[in-house]
């Protein structure tokens, strides 16, 4: 299906903790929304999916807006007040993404906009699951996880994994959270500081989403109608759980009642290739 272009503005705001951020909005004319917010080291442009989404939601004539978070890129500073935040992937503590998604919020609710609907990448899914499960999500209607990965599962793969933890907790307790756990860490083989490290992987945290607890995963537990696409090529699934068919038996046991799967036939983690089969996907869930 084509979609037609809409116009797309840069926009400053602001996050509930200060910190500036940028992204990009087309603001249509209803009073719905999508907050996107991408993955681990990424931003709110480079995933070619974003193009046909956006046409695509404002065909329904909802705006998107797409932000850098503050863990845009692997190191990267920020304006907070008089002074900076030094973040990225490599310094983010995980909590803090909740501010990011509050201040993209509360800018669209200065423009009218009072029908939301969170929207993640990877590494962002993990943000949405986290924000909608402790923050207030008044007028929030719904989720959508774009290729949710396994954060615990991921760093997993890292043969390293249990040493970089214990290393982490160790600086931790020296008052050393900057200093890097590795300059390569995981398969992606960035550096990871240590304040960032426990955040994002350790079994039990905020970002285990996945993972069993004393009242069910974390994942199992949004309520909101909640839909999440994901590619049978993603290396989410082929790295962590060997299969599509896998990672479905696991997450069908854990998940709640008013989320739905779409399994894209093909797709790797980033959707490249099948951005169209995404957008009609997702504009079914939208629309109903």
């Given amino acids: 299906m084509e979609y037609s272009k809409s116009t797309v503005d840069f926009v400053r705001f602001k996050a509930s903790d200060d910190v500036e951020l940028q992204g990009w909005l087309n603001n249509e004319a209803s009073d719905i929304a999508v907050v996107h917010i991408h993955g681990m080291s990424g931003n709110g442009y480079e ?8 046409a695509m939601y404002a065909e329904y004539d ?9 863990g845009r890129g692997i190191i990267s500073d920020f304006r907070q007040g008089d002074g900076w935040k030094h973040a990225g992937s490599c310094f983010e503590i995980f909590e803090e993404s909740a501010h990011d998604i509050r201040g993209a919020i509360d800018y669209l609710k200065s423009l009218g906009k009072t029908r939301l609907i969170l929207q993640g990448h990877s590494l962002g899914c993990t943000k949405v699951v986290n924000f909608v499960l402790n923050e207030d999500v008044n007028g929030v209607e719904k989720v ?98 060997g299969s599509m068919d896998k990672w479905l038996e696991r997450v069908n046991a854990i998940k709640n009642a008013n989320t739905k799967i779409a399994v894209v036939d093909g797709a790797s983690h980033g959707f490249k290739g099948f951005e169209d089969s995404l957008a009609e996907t997702i504009g079914s869930f939208v629309s109903r």
């Avoid at 890292?158 to 982490?168: F, I, N």
């Avoid at 994942?219 to 699934?237: A, Q, S």
Wanted: glycine letters at 8%.
């Fill in 144 to 241: 959508i996880l774009l290729a949710p990965t396994d954060m615990t599962g991921w760093a997993n793969t890292e043969p390293m994994h249990a040493e970089y933890l214990a290393k982490a907790k160790q600086l931790l307790s020296e008052g050393k959270g900057e200093e890097l756990v590795d300059a390569q860490c995981w398969l992606d083989k960035t550096p990871i500081s240590a304040q960032t490290y426990p955040t994002i992987c350790e079994a039990g945290s905020s970002a285990d989403i996945y993972g069993e607890r004393d009242g069910g995963s974390l994942l199992g537990r949004v309520e909101l109608p909640m839909l999440i696409p994901y590619g049978t090529e993603d290396i989410g699934i082929t790295q962590i759980d």
């Fill in 62 to 70: 909802v705006s998107l807006f797409t932000i850098d978070s503050r």
């Fill in 47 to 54: 995933n070619y999916f974003l193009d046909n989404l956006r």
